[in-house]
Each structure stands twice: as C-alpha cells, then as structure tokens.
T-cell receptor, first 113, second 114 residues
Framework: DTGVSQDPRHKITKRGQNVTFRCDPISEHNRLYWYRQTLGQGPEFLTYFQNEAQLEKSRLLSDRFSAERPKGSFSTLEIQRTEQGDSAMYLC???????????FGQGTRLTVV | QKEVEQDPGPLSVPEGAIVSLNCTYSNSAFQYFMWYRQYSRKGPELLMYTYSSGNKEDGRFTAQVDKSSKYISLFIRDSQPSDSATYLCAPDPHRDNYGQNFVFGPGTRLSVLP
C-alpha cells in the first residue's frame, strides 16, 4: 500500500464551475477525513467518515460542498459553483480507527480563476 | 483564544543547530498531541505523538509537554537542511473524545541553512 492517494494533484477551474476530487485511503482504514488548507495556515477540518457514514461536518462546509464515501472505501469531495475563495489545498487523511494516528495524502491544489 | 497557537516564523537556523519549536493550547483536557511535518506543496506527514506525562524521543527529534503551562515543544538536534519544512502541532481528539477532528495550529516554518 502506498498510502493515501488523492486525484488530481492540481486543478484549475473557472469561477462557477463544479469540481470533484477523489481520495483513496489506506486499505482497511475505516476513518476518512477531508481538510482544507490555505497558504500560511494549518489544515482546517471539513468533514469525516466512519466507513460509509458521514459523521461530522464543519460549518466551513457550505451547501455548495458535498462529500461521499459510498462503499466505505474511496471518497469524493464535490464543490459546486466554485468561488475564488475556494482556492486552497484540499487534504484527505485516513486512520484505522479512532485510536490510531491519521495519515495524509499529498492533497489536491485547487485554483479558481 | 484559539485552541492551538504557534509562532508562524519563519525560523532560520544554521545547519547543526538545535531547534526548538513550540506550541500552546487552551484546552486543559487535551492529553495527546501530534507533530506533523509538511514540506512545501506536500501533505502533512506524521512525525511524532506526544503524551502529556513526559518526553518522547525518536532519533534527532524530542517531543515534550508541559501540562502546567499548556506548552508543547519539539526539539531537533543536529538540524539538517532536509528538516526545512513547516511543523504543525495538533491535539489528538480521538483519545480525548474531544470531537472527532484534528485541530491544527498554523505551523512554524523552519529553514535550516547549509
């Protein structure tokens, strides 16, 4: 297993377009997290899944954002009607369960022009 | 008051120096803390776990917690240019049942000059 994988690594989109990112966690990791990171800041929590159930969403996750993990394996994060303020690095992390450390992917860098 | 605070730096040191990176937190219920290292344009990678009751050493890295002052430190001995990165501290919520997500500080940017 090569760790948490995110695709694409970079995405440039025009304002108003929809984008979707994918995260493949480490095999058998039950927990999957999405974070957003802007320049000079630490990652900010967006949402997390326990298997296929989305258990918590941050207030940062507006109704333009939706995340899924339909089979408890990979996850997608969709942003509808992108805005320039959505430009950031979107990070995915996974952990085996609640008592083990989380491992991050390399992130998807989104630029909205 | 923010839950986790760090001096953002940048901190520049010569190669071989001992580096001290610090983090303060506000919630006295936190027991475990993680240090992540993040290279430019990469995802964070877990460096160390710290438990509140003492020090933890791993090679050139030592993590330390002072619960009385809510102060956490990461020491790097014999620093190398490859240590140049941003160091993020984050309380571990899982063991504390303090919500289900990590709260990160802004990170301290370190540059080790050859």
């Amino acid at each position: 297993d090569t760790g948490v994988s995110q695709d694409p690594r970079h995405k440039i989109t025009k304002r108003g377009q929809n984008v979707t990112f994918r995260c493949d966690p480490i095999s058998e990791h039950n927990r999957l997290y999405w974070y957003r990171q802007t320049l000079g800041q630490g990652p900010e929590f967006l949402t997390y899944f326990q298997n296929e159930a989305q258990l918590e969403k941050s207030r940062l996750l507006s109704d333009r954002f939706s995340a899924e993990r339909p089979k408890g394996s990979f996850s997608t994060l969709e942003i509808q009607r992108t805005e320039q303020g959505d430009s950031a690095m979107y990070l995915c992390a996974s952990s085996l369960d609640m008592n083990t450390e989380a491992f991050f992917g390399q992130g998807t860098r989104l630029t909205v022009v | 008051q923010k839950e986790v605070e760090q001096d953002p730096g940048p901190l520049s040191v010569p190669e071989g120096a001992i580096v001290s990176l610090n983090c303060t937190y506000s919630n006295s219920a936190f027991q475990y803390f993680m240090w992540y290292r993040q290279y430019s344009r990469k995802g964070p990678e877990l460096l160390m776990y710290t438990y509140s009751s003492g020090n933890k050493e791993d090679g050139r890295f030592t993590a330390q917690v002072d619960k009385s002052s809510k102060y956490i430190s990461l020491f790097i001995r014999d620093s190398q240019p490859s240590d140049s990165a941003t160091y993020l501290c984050a309380p571990d919520p899982h063991r504390d049942n303090y919500g289900q997500n990590f709260v990160f500080g802004p990170g301290t940017r370190l540059s080790v000059l050859p």
